[in-house]
């Protein structure tokens, strides 16, 4: 069956210290990978996403991504969280060979960021 | 930037009533979406729309929900009996092609007493 996987239902870290979050999916190919931010109030914000080629994606608000086919994953890091980073993060997937488009997201990590 | 616009932010509404979410999504994309996420569970997918039909919907869309896309600009989800367990935040979203990119609204909070 498909899944998305995000270990850690809580994170906190100090601002400036560096984050990473976790993301493994179940799939019988590599899906199409997304990371999504959703701010208190807020709606699901993309933060950068993953299709082919450089396994290492930028995204926005100086975030980043690195793909590990061998490992499944799709952690999401940060070198230097600000306060405003603090909100909660979805990583969600799109099967490869659906022709329906059909996101699956993982069940988020809340981020609090200590000033 | 193009967003996705949802109206109400917050609905509140008693068990057994006919709610109506909208949705805007931006003018140019031809793919649109329902999810709903309860509170502290996570973001579900509802159904999926194109060219002016159904495209795939999950087990959770039963015959008591259904989309429409009235005017080509507005884009609905409407609950024909509300019950409790439907109180979450639901969220439209939009893309110019399958698979590709996924712009979200910022979600209705609907609530049902």
């Known amino acids: 069956a498909q899944s998305v996987t995000q270990p850690d239902i809580h994170i906190t870290v100090s601002e400036g210290a560096s984050l990473e979050l976790r993301c493994n999916y179940s799939y019988g190919a590599t899906p199409y990978l997304f990371w999504y931010v959703q701010s208190p109030g807020q709606g699901l914000q993309l933060l950068l996403k993953?299709?082919?080629?450089?396994?290492l994606v930028q995204g926005i608000k100086g975030f980043e991504a690195e793909f590990k086919r061998s490992q499944s994953s799709f952690n999401l890091r940060k070198p230097s969280v600000h306060w405003s980073d603090a909100a909660e993060y979805f990583c969600?997937?799109?099967?490869?060979?659906?022709?329906?488009?059909?996101?699956?997201f993982g069940r988020g990590t809340q981020l609090t960021v200590w000033p | 930037e193009p967003e996705v616009t949802q109206t109400p932010s917050h609905q509140v509404t008693q068990m057994g009533q006919e709610v109506i979410l909208r949705c805007v999504p931006i003018?140019?994309?031809?793919?649109f979406y329902w999810y709903r996420q309860i509170l502290g569970q996570k973001v579900e997918f509802l159904v999926s729309f194109y060219n002016n039909e159904i495209s795939e919907k999950s087990e959770i869309f039963d015959d008591q929900f259904s989309v429409e896309r009235p005017d080509g600009s507005n884009f609905t989800l409407k609950i024909r009996s509300t019950k409790l367990e439907d109180s979450a935040m639901y969220f439209c979203a939009s893309s110019l092609r399958q698979g590709y990119g996924y712009t979200f609204g910022s979600g209705t909070r609907l609530t049902v007493v």
């Open positions: 969600a997937v799109v099967d490869r060979g659906s022709t329906l488009g059909r996101l699956y």
């Open positions: 003018s140019n994309h031809l793919y």
């Open positions: 993953y299709f082919s080629g450089d396994t």
